[in-house]
DNA sequence: CTTGGCACTCGGGAACACAGAGTGCCAGAT
DNA sequence: ATCTGGCACTCTGTGTTCCCGAGTGCCAAG
């Protein structure tokens, strides 16, 4: 259907689109790159592709410009993903580490993506779910409030104050804290309802009022954290390159978390390293008719546990994107394994 | 030097080129505001007004605009902060109840600022400094790390993990959290590092490397979260106004935490509650040439703990913008306090 | 199937004119 | 002394026209 040649006419046009920003007409195009046939012959070939829908033209008598099915199949079978330089590999390293805590490694390498793609970048901390209990504290602050602390092996801290039903002594609390890591320790996040239902049972009958608040509270900390925070970066990177669709429906859905988790997507579990890439109408979000975003799935020790990707317009270099994407997404999942 | 006349002229340029956005000649505005003068004589006050510099003409033959220091005359001495209507009030409390931590409030009141002024919102997170610790924790990870955990007044936690030179089992670690709590429970966090500078004389010699350690970490906790969080929110807003200085600065100011916080500025000692209005070149980062800044200070219970503001155009209802910021101040401080 | 030639189309920039809003200034009125 | 109406002048922005050139589609020949 599509021969070798029409592919690498097609392929021309996208790299030469993406570097001008400007309609690829034919004879410009047959010049640069060497395919060594006249100008007219890419014509029919141009033809050929705009018929089938990979390219368009902006009004007649302009050049070409692809279309998202075009730069679908440049991206399926017409690139490959380019491997960073050696100083983009030393810069991602110096810049990562040295992170104190996962805030610090999550502010780091949105920023660092969003430098080194010149986009924005969008980045989801990592999902609690796939994460286990590291340890659960009880703080007494009054004698009828208590704050629950729950650190994950992440490093994730999740706090919460508890109003108590009852006025409760510090010896209770201590007892209770105990029970409770010697049932949670270790314990896989979305186990925790299931280890945690036949508690109240388990202890004495004067306890079980306040034991039942703090699960209450302790499993809402769970599911209300499931929809976990994003940030971005890089919004600056977005006033050079003129977008087609407003400006502000692109800032809009990067300031709504619910929107941006869609984009990025969820990890395929067959492939969840796998990079993926959403063009212009593919993504789900009317305001976005003119980005693509390209995400992968991070995490440490081959679990992935959340996303990373970043955000630009359609007309974007899409191998070197994809480049820096992969390679930071696994130098995060080193950090991750590491501390 | 400026008879009531002049500033009435000068108040009504503002405000109109405020609404309407261009240039505001002679007779439109004797028509619109009842000045019950013609327009020659505004003309003649406008010629001395621009000579004293607080407005010009974009070029010849056009209306008048207010420069920076027309603005500032109006701000000091022409307006009133407009007071915020039921229906907003109504809005500020239900959109900040509910919030069930400190994120939480942050998050909630950067967004609701935003929404409320159609601007972009710029909330610092409350300064570690001021508050008073309510909790130290120890917690153990392995047998040679341990989390520490800090806990302050606020409802803000600072959680640090430490590597330390020996190995160390559980009892211990309770003792050293039991002494740490005992010197600091309720103490502000300022008088941290003197409150524990002898605390190492104060333990069996053969903890010391141990509590040298973490007083350390736990120092380093305080110093480098000085320098504290700002989130920003409604970007977007920025797009509908075409900025005269790239919208590309004044998206990077708001990725540079060091210069927000610049931007935000100080809490004068003296009048900490007092709104801060930033116009234009008064503000210390040139990219920011064409923006303005509203903040002010909050905190619970009288104490200032961080600032939050809106920026904008210079070019915006200072009145309004003035009004809300410090409504949502209040309410913030409010709810810190209750909490 | 490829190529060169050719007529056609359309967008974008330059040149131009023009209306309208606004100003500055002056002389007369209050 | 101050305000007012009148008047000439100066711009910007907009609409119009015109033309160039890049690019196309098609056709006939290689």
Redo the contacts with the bound molecule.
């Keep these: 259907m599509l021969d070798d040649?029409k592919l690498a006419v097609l392929r021309a046009i996208v790299e030469d689109y993406v570097s001008t920003n400007e309609?690829?007409?034919?004879?410009?195009l047959a010049e640069r790159h060497n395919l060594n046939?006249?100008p007219?012959?890419v014509?029919?070939d141009?033809?050929v592709l705009?018929e089938q829908g990979y390219i368009a033209?902006p009004?007649?008598?302009?050049?070409?410009v692809p279309t998202d099915k075009g730069y679908r199949l440049f991206v399926d079978r017409l690139s490959q993903v380019k491997p960073l330089s050696v100083a983009e590999r030393r810069a991602i390293e110096t810049f990562l580490v040295g992170a104190v805590d996962l805030d610090d490694v999550v502010t780091r390498t949105v920023r660092l993506l969003a430098q080194l793609t010149r986009q924005v970048a969008v980045v989801q901390y990592p999902t609690l779910t796939r994460s286990t209990v590291r340890h659960v504290e009880l703080v007494p602050l009054t004698d009828r409030r208590v704050m629950l602390v729950l650190i994950t092996n992440t490093g994730r801290v999740e706090q919460r104050v508890i109003e108590l039903p009852e006025v409760i002594e510090e010896a209770r609390i201590a007892h209770l804290r105990a029970v409770l890591n010697a049932c949670l320790d270790g314990c896989g996040l979305s186990a925790v309802p299931d280890l945690v239902a036949d508690l109240p049972e388990r202890v004495p009958a004067e306890d079980r009022p306040v034991v039942a608040t703090i699960l209450s509270v302790l499993l809402e900390t769970l599911v209300e954290r499931h929809d976990e925070k994003i940030v971005f970066a890089g919004a600056a990177n977005l006033a050079g390159a003129d977008f087609s669709s407003g400006l502000r429906d692109v800032l809009e859905a990067l300031e709504e978390q619910v929107v941006l988790m869609r984009l990025l997507g969820e990890t395929s579990p067959d492939t969840p390293a796998a990079l993926t890439v959403r063009i212009g109408s593919e993504n789900p979000y009317s305001g976005l008719r003119g980005t693509s975003i390209v995400a992968t799935g991070y995490g440490s020790g081959g679990q992935q546990l959340a996303r990373l990707g970043v955000l630009g317009p359609t007309r974007m270099d899409y191998p070197v994107t994809m480049g820096a994407v992969r390679a930071v997404a696994r130098y995060v999942s080193q950090i991750l394994a590491a501390s």
Excluded at 23 to 28: D, E, I, M
């Design positions: 040649r309609p690829v007409g034919s004879k410009a046939v006249s007219a012959t014509r029919n141009m033809a705009e033209q009004h007649t008598s302009a050049g070409r």
